[in-house]
């Protein structure tokens, strides 16, 4: 991503590669503990709650990788025309 940058302008872009990295990485937390957070029940801490809360978060995790990676190859077959 930062090979096309210019030598005097490389700290510069690794530093806003970097943080919008950690800005991917915090918005990912959030919104799965958001996910997970809104499947668990509101009648207490439960095993079978959180059982089901922790199954919900994994399919949505699932899809949001299998979508990326179709984003990812539906770019490389763009690429290869």
Partial sequence: ????????????????????????LLIGVAVFGAVFLGAVDGTGP???GSADA????????????????LMSLSRRVGNLR
């Avoid at 991503?1 to 991917?24: E, F, K, N, P």
């Avoid at 922790?54 to 990676?69: E, I, N, P």
Wanted: aromatic letters at 2%; one cysteine or more; proline letters at 0%.
């Fill in 1 to 24: 991503m930062l090979a096309t940058v210019r030598q005097r302008d490389a700290a510069d872009a690794g530093g806003v590669l970097v943080t919008a990295a950690q800005l991917g």
């Fill in 54 to 69: 922790l199954w919900v978060t994994c399919v949505a995790l699932a899809g949001a990788a299998l979508r990326g990676a």
């Fill in 46 to 48: 439960s095993a079978d």
